[in-house]
């Protein structure tokens, strides 16, 4: 399956706005690609016009409806764990990762979001980091550009490389028209100390394909997507 895995920091950084962004500009360029959020909460929370719900935006960034997006879902804004156990269910990790393979299948690629970061429990001994590992794609990690982005971001790193998970890049989002001094140093910092690549997403208004697809057409995409073909060969 070839793709990429999005994941973040934390909850609220940014992670589905990144991965509506790639597969939009992927879309765009005549790509069939697949948006996936296989577990998603909150499906109680407040919705707006210019940023729905997380299913529902990359729903809108694919040509997808949302049920095709995410397969497990709840309503309560809490940690799938709990909001499954909330509902009286367990999330099954094969059946999960088989929906997400037969979902991809004869896809240009695969866009697949985890909920929150890379530690949040599914269920009780597997995460989405083994989630993760099960798809074997590499990751993108979503992170804030501000104050205290370094420490999470290296933490998110070492779990990931813990476990052998590739990563492509950290992506820093939004990233300001003029960032700061802080923010200039935490993505070279980043990128030193994390040895990882550090790109930027810029702030988007709205969750409108065309705008999400501007801003995913400044990542480097198709040489991520190379890595990606490169670890499934």
Do not use: C
């Amino acid at each position: 399956m070839r793709g990429l895995f999005v994941t973040g920091t934390d909850t609220g950084v940014g992670k589905t706005v990144l991965a509506g962004a790639v597969v939009a500009a992927l879309r765009a360029e005549a790509a069939d690609v697949r948006a996936l959020k296989p577990v998603i909460t909150g499906l109680d929370e407040p919705n707006s016009a210019d940023w729905p719900l997380d299913d529902e935006l990359l729903a809108r960034a694919a040509g997808q409806n949302a049920h095709e997006v995410a397969f497990e879902r709840f309503g309560a804004p809490a940690s799938p764990h709990l909001a499954a156990e909330l509902t009286g269910r367990e999330i099954d990790p094969a059946a999960l990762a088989r929906s997400i393979r037969e979902a991809g299948a004869g896809a240009d690629a695969v866009v697949v979001e985890g909920v929150g970061g890379l530690l949040v429990p599914l269920r009780d001994s597997y995460d989405v980091r083994a989630l993760a590992r099960s798809l074997a794609l590499p990751l993108l990690i979503a992170a804030r550009p501000g104050l205290g982005t370094i420490n999470h971001t290296l933490l998110t790193l070492e779990a990931a490389r813990a476990v052998g998970l590739d990563v492509a890049a950290v992506v820093l989002t939004p990233w300001p028209r003029e960032p700061s001094t802080i923010e200039r140093s935490n993505r070279d910092t980043i990128a030193r100390l994390g040895e990882v690549e550090v790109a930027t997403l810029p702030p988007i208004e709205r969750a409108e394909p065309h705008l999400l697809a501007g801003a995913g057409h400044e990542l480097p995409l198709e040489r991520w997507l190379r890595d990606s073909d490169r670890g499934a060969s």
